[in-house]
Nanobody
């Protein structure tokens, strides 16, 4: 019943910018946090950024100063503004939503299907 839908991926040259969007289903009050992860070819999925219901943010060291995560509560949508993109940013980017659950103290994670970002000249 929970659905996360990413959009905005594509091909961009090094130094360029992209803005990813993720629309989340369900009540905004049921979501503890929204975030972004990525998986490059041949590598494990890694954390990129997250934002809590209170608006606090956290970033991976590799993207600090270049990426910005934001949230529109009215639209149940989280964004990832990516600037100064590098070839090593090439990956499938996944939207993550952590939802409250009465039987799971840490909540329950749901994932989007991913959107491909390719940084190449």
């Amino acid at each position: 019943q929970v659905q996360l839908v990413e959009s905005g991926g594509g091909l961009v040259q090094p130094g360029g910018s992209l803005r990813l969007s993720c629309a989340a289903s369900g009540s905004i009050y049921s979501i503890n946090a929204l975030g972004w992860y990525r998986q490059a070819p041949g590598k494990q999925r890694e954390f990129v950024a997250r934002i809590t219901g209170g608006g606090s943010t956290n970033y991976a060291d590799s993207v600090k100063g270049r990426f910005t995560i934001s949230r529109n509560n009215a639209k149940n949508t989280v964004y990832l503004q990516m600037n100064s993109l590098k070839p090593e940013d090439t990956a499938v980017y996944y939207c993550n939503g952590n939802y409250y659950d009465d039987y799971k103290p840490d909540g329950v994670d749901y994932w989007g299907k991913g959107t491909l970002v390719t940084v190449s000249s």
